[in-house]
């Protein structure tokens, strides 16, 4: 199994409508699970963080952990046209610090 | 703006030619790490630096790889002797060394080499 997985898409959802973002981890992985938006040609930008079991809400973001499925998603509520981008989901890689990423769901919200 | 900054944010060289890309973190991070994306790939760590030190690098940092971040602020990564697989975005990125927060990580704009 690869550390962190995704599904790579693409995943179209109507405006207005709710994303889910899918991702499954390793036990190689620590516990610590990030959301990056990316849209195309430009650099990640860390949109979400999570460290424990449950939801944590930003927004139209909820992030959601379980730890025991090693499962991480995310949902954004009222999908707008300018939130098509990729998704990436990325945990942390041990006690050094760096992060492990999935290769991103491309998501298109369509108007 | 206090974002990460890097530069030069394209860069086009010919096989064999040594490339050096700059990054400049968060003024007050004091973890700086590098990463390589290729297209349809999530970011691949390469090494990150704590301070001035050099703690970890990635077994895709080759012998041709070099990165330094001598007074602990900004950072170079150097490659020699460019091959065509070294094209990719070359991403920065930085955080506060401490706790869970070393995880939070901002990334900068990126290189974007082509090895033609």
């Known amino acids: 199994q690869k550390e962190v997985e995704q599904n790579s898409g693409p995943l179209s959802v109507p405006e207005g409508a709710i994303a889910s973002l899918n991702c499954t981890y390793s036990d190689r992985v620590s516990q610590s699970f990030f959301w990056y938006r990316q849209y195309s040609g430009k650099s990640p930008e860390l949109i979400m963080s999570i460290y424990s079991n449950g939801d944590k809400e930003d927004g139209r973001f909820t992030a959601q952990l379980n730890k025991a499925s090693q499962y991480v998603s995310l949902l954004i509520r009222d999908s707008q046209p300018s939130d098509s981008a990729t998704y990436l989901c990325?945990?942390?890689?041990?006690?050094?610090?760096?992060?492990?990423f999935g290769k991103g769901t491309k998501l298109s919200v369509k108007p | 703006d206090t974002g990460v900054s890097q530069d030069p944010r394209h860069k086009i060289t010919k096989r064999g030619q040594n490339v050096t890309f700059r990054c400049d973190p968060i003024s007050e991070h004091n973890r700086l790490y590098w990463y390589r994306q290729t297209l349809g790939q999530g970011p691949e760590f390469l090494t990150y630096?704590?301070?001035?030190?050099?703690?970890?690098k990635s077994r895709l940092l080759s012998d041709r790889f070099s990165a330094e971040r001598p007074k602990g602020s900004f950072s170079t990564l150097e490659i020699q002797r460019t091959e065509q697989g070294d094209s990719a975005m070359y991403l920065c990125a930085s955080s506060l060394g401490a706790g869970q927060l070393s995880y939070e990580q901002y990334f900068g704009p990126g290189t974007r080499l082509t090895v033609t």
């Open positions: 630096f704590q301070n001035e030190a050099q703690l970890e």
């Open positions: 990325a945990g942390g890689g041990g006690s050094q610090g760096n992060l492990i």
